[in-house]
C-alpha cells in the first residue's frame, strides 16, 4: 500500500523585495510504501532537506503534492498543521532536541501528554518501548546526565510512541560516534522490521546502507535510485559509496 505519494514537487525561493529566485527542488516525483526504509542521499546544495522539511509540513511548496495516506499535506491549515505532525508524523533530529528540565521519561512522553492521552495509556505504552529502547535504567534522568547516544534513543523514543504513520529522520547520526551510530542504525532496522515505515535524509553512505531503498537527489531533483535487494548492509554500503562517486562526478 503507497502510503506517500509525492508529485512534481517543486520549491522556488526568492531573495527579498523579489528579486533573484533560487529554486531547490524542481520537478520531484517518488513514493513510499508502507513498512519501506528508504534513505534520502545527496550533496550539500542538493535539497534533500528542502524535501524533508516540505514532507514534515515545516515549509509549503511552490506546486505540486504531497499525499499521506491520502490526505493532502499541502491543504491542511496552520492552525492544524501542530496536530497533523503530532498524530501521523515522527522526527529524529541531529541535535536530538530534547528540552534539558524535563527527565527522559517526560521528553518521551511529551507528544502523548500534549494529545491528551490518559495517563494508563502512556505508561503502558513506555513500559513496552523502553525495555526496546534499552531505556528503561535511564528514563528518570535528565539530557545532560546522558551521553548522545542515549539522548539519541531517547529521542527516537519520543518519535516513535505516537506510532506515527512515518518516520521523519533527518541525519540522525550526524552528532554521534560510530559506535553510537551503528546502535542507533540497528535500531531503525529493528523498528522497520516491525513494521515502522522510515524516511531518513543523510549524507552516510554507512546510514543509507541500512535502508532498503536509496534515493538519490541533484541539482533539485531524483537523479538515481537503488534497491537493497539480497544484499548485506556492507555489499549495499559499496553499491551507494560508487553510485555516490559517479554522480558527482557525472557531467550534468
Known amino acids: 500500500m503507497t502510503l506517500l505519494e509525492v508529485s512534481n514537487l517543486k520549491k522556488t525561493y526568492y531573495t527579498r ?16 510504501e508502507a513498512g519501506e526504509y528508504v534513505a534520502i542521499m545527496g550533496e550539500s546544495g542538493s535539497g534533500k532537506s528542502t524535501l ?11 506546486s ?17 498543521a501542530t496536530a497533523f505532525r503530532r ?15 524535563f527527565s527522559a521519561k517526560d521528553n518521551i512522553l511529551l507528544p502523548l501528554v500534549l494529545a491528551r492521552n490518559n495517563v494508563e495509556e502512556m505508561e503502558r505504552k513506555l513500559a513496552d518501548l523502553a525495555p526496546r529502547l534499552g531505556l528503561t535504567d535511564l528514563l528518570e ?16 523514543a519520543r518519535a516513535i510512541i ?17 559506535k553510537t551510530s551503528a546502535d542507533l542504525l540497528a535500531l ?48 549495499f554500503f559499496t553499491t551507494i559509496s560508487e553510485t555516490m562517486t559517479v554522480l558527482l562526478t557525472k557531467e550534468d
Request: net charge negative; glycine share 8%; hydrophobic share 40%.
Open 188 to 235: 531503525f532496522q529493528e523498528l522497520n522490521r516491525n513494521g515502522q515505515t522510515i524516511l531518513m535524509v543523510t549524507h552516510s553512505a554507512v546510514a543509507a546502507s541500512h535502508a532498503n531503498r536509496v534515493l538519490f537527489i541533484k541539482d533539485g531533483q531524483v537523479f538515481h535510485q537503488i534497491y537493497r535487494g539480497n544484499l548485506d548492509n556492507d555489499t
Open 162 to 178: 505516537t506510532e506515527p504513520d512515518i518516520l521523519l529522520a533527518d541525519e540522525p547520526t550526524g552528532a554521534l560516534d560510530s
Open 87 to 101: 498524530d501521523h508524523l515522527g522526527f529524529v533530529f541531529q541535535d536530538f532536541n530534547l528540552l534539558d528540565n
Open 17 to 32: 523585495m523579489g528579486g533573484a529566485q533560487v529554486t531547490a527542488l524542481k520537478q520531484i516525483n517518488f513514493s513510499v
Open 52 to 62: 524533508l522539511n516540505l514532507l514534515a509540513t515545516l515549509d509549503m511548496p511552490s
Open 64 to 80: 505540486g503534492t504531497i499525499l499521506l495516506n491520502g490526505i493532502d499535506v499541502n491543504a491542511i491549515k496552520e492552525k492544524d
Open 141 to 156: 534522568k535528565y539530557p545532560y546526565e546522558l551521553s548522545g547516544g542515549q539522548q539519541q534513543r531517547v529521542a527516537a
